[in-house]
């Protein structure tokens, strides 16, 4: 039998999947292996899954069931299955579906190019271990063959797992404990990456933010005990501060903008909220998770802050950056919330005036402490509550929007749009998409920063026409170009977004 030696990933749920998707890619072109263009010309299928919401997780039963047939139609093809759901299910998915060969858990990437070797041989295998060493961010460099997004953006791991546990959510245990890596090694791939002409960092954690506080905490004991003192705290150390690695990211020459995605609301110091006033290329717009505007509903799900306190804290973020674009994540319908507490939601949702939100209604995860809640709320109210609160935000988004038309704003091209024809689409420092028409007699390259005026607006995007007689445009660095392909928000080539960032349909 020919060895297998194309590869094709197909991703579901958040932006930690699409990124171990991309680092997945990464190992198995170091073992020899080539991207596919597609399923059909594929030997080794990755599904890389999403256990956030039973939704997501029946859609991988399904598909599972349909690569049967995939696999029938030519000799020594491989399955294999990665991420939250493989992580929770192990060999139980070996168990129920014959034609997979292979199961990887969240902290077992770099174990993919011997389980697709063996799986040729036809070794049937799960690996699920949890590792709580540094050793799980120690991957190969970027292969010259791993094309990246043509805008020239990228992700850059600070932080892995959760220890927050609130109640409704399954990442605690199919993400493993909090742990953060070095930032020594986080600076370095950065600066790796701006020099291989990134211009866009997002850096990624699941809550992002608390970045570092395990790793001080076990400071300040060490500096205690060495005092002998009992109360004395040394001070925090600078090196495991997460405003402090934004700023030693913030000086990497070339860096146009630093994103970070999801901060907690409960991790943010002074030294983070002066930094959105400081730091030129940390972008205006914060992703800042709320859930709810009840503080009874946030003490359910054990959020640990209320809605108050929720906004105070968006008061002093704005008050630090006035511009500031803040989106957000919420819950509807979890187990307890009265007409009342969501009115409270709606209330604090057109107080705050979020750019954007994703919303969602509330999905019982089994092993997780809110499935055991009675007061379930009825679906038929879940859903007439979501869609009442999306329609909210559309109108709150479309009033950000018009109130934007005629500013110029620069926005970093990602290429043709979503709407076709010649338009083509970007996104500006608020996170928000630009479609724009161009007055010249070339388009801009993808990865190219230029200065757009916004004409027009509607609840999904800004329209803008670029004049490149305007000043101030910045032509793409030397990013390796992959092909451009539609829905992608990262282009690893040999793989593919199954689900959309948009509409509730977040990871
Ligand atoms: N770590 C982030 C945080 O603290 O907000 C978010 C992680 S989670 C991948 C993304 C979003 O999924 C959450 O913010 C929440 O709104 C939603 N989510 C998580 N568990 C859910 C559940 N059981 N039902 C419905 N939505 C859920
Ligand atoms: Fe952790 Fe976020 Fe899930 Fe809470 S919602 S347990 S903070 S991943």
Redesign the pocket.
């Known amino acids: 039998m020919n060895t297998p030696r194309r590869f094709w990933i197909r991703t579901h749920?958040?932006q930690?999947n699409v990124h171990d998707s991309e680092k997945v890619a990464n190992l198995l072109l170091h073992d020899g292996w080539e991207s596919a263009r597609g399923m059909d010309d594929a030997d080794l299928l990755i599904l890389n899954t999403?256990s956030?919401?039973?939704k997501a997780e029946h859609r991988l039963y399904s598909e599972l069931g349909k690569l049967r047939e995939w696999k029938e139609l030519a000799r020594g093809r491989i399955v294999g299955v990665a991420g939250c759901v493989a992580q929770q299910q192990g060999d139980a998915l070996l168990r129920r579906f014959p034609q997979l060969d292979f199961v990887y858990g969240t902290h077992n990437l770099r174990r993919v190019p011997e389980m697709a070797a063996a799986a040729s041989r036809g070794v049937r295998d799960a690996q699920t271990g949890e590792s709580r060493s540094q050793e799980r961010f120690d991957l190969p460099s970027r292969h010259p063959s791993l094309e990246g997004d043509p805008a020239g953006r990228a992700f850059v791991t600070v932080m892995e797992g959760?220890d927050?546990f609130?109640s409704?959510?399954?990442?605690p245990s199919t993400r493993g404990r909090e742990i953060s890596r070095a930032g020594a090694e986080i600076v370095a791939e950065s600066r790796d990456l701006v020099a291989s002409g990134i211009r866009e960092l997002t850096l990624l954690?699941?809550?992002?933010n608390a970045y570092g506080r395990h790793d001080r905490r076990r400071a300040h004991e060490r500096a205690e005990r060495a005092a002998g003192a009992a109360i004395a705290l040394a001070p925090a150390d600078p090196e495991h501060s997460f405003a402090d690695l934004l700023g030693r990211l913030a000086e990497i020459p070339g860096l146009a903008r630093l994103r970070y995605?999801?901060?907690?609301p409960i991790f943010y110091d002074d030294a983070l909220i002066r930094a959105h006033a400081e730091l030129d290329p940390l972008c205006p717009h914060i992703h800042l998770?709320v859930?709810s505007g009840s503080s009874r509903i946030l003490e359910r799900m054990r959020?640990r802050h209320t809605a108050d306190e929720y906004r105070r804290l968006v008061e002093r973020l704005r008050a630090s950056r006035p511009d500031l674009a803040i989106t957000?994540?919420?819950?509807v319908g979890?187990p307890g919330e009265t007409s009342a507490d969501f009115a409270e939601t709606l209330a604090l949702v057109r107080e705050v005036a979020f750019t954007d939100s994703?919303?969602?209604?509330?999905?019982?995860?089994p092993g997780?402490a809110?499935a055991t809640l009675e007061d379930a709320v009825p679906d038929a109210v879940a859903q007439a509550r979501l869609e009442e609160l999306q329609d909210l935000q559309r109108s709150l988004t479309l009033d950000a929007h018009r109130a934007r038309v005629g500013e110029t704003t620069e926005i970093l091209v990602e290429g043709s749009s979503r709407r076709g024809g010649a338009q083509l689409s970007g996104r500006d420092p608020f996170h928000r998409i630009v479609n724009f028409s161009s007055e010249a007699e070339f388009p801009p390259a993808p990865g190219s920063l230029i200065r757009v005026e916004i004409v027009d607006a509607t609840p999904h995007s800004l329209i803008g026409v670029w004049n490149p007689a305007i000043a101030g445009d910045r032509a793409p660095r030397n990013v390796k170009m992959g092909a451009l392909i539609a829905d992608e928000r990262s282009a690893v080539i040999g793989s593919e977004r199954a689900s959309a960032l948009r509409g509730g349909s977040?990871?």
Do not use: E, N, W
Request: aromatic content about 12%; proline content about 7%; some cysteine.
């Open positions: 749920g958040c930690m999403c956030i919401r039973d959760c927050m609130c409704f959510c399954i990442v954690g699941q809550t992002v995605i999801s901060p907690h998770p859930q959020r957000t994540d919420l819950i979890f994703f919303s969602f209604k509330y999905s019982p995860r997780t809110a977040r990871g």
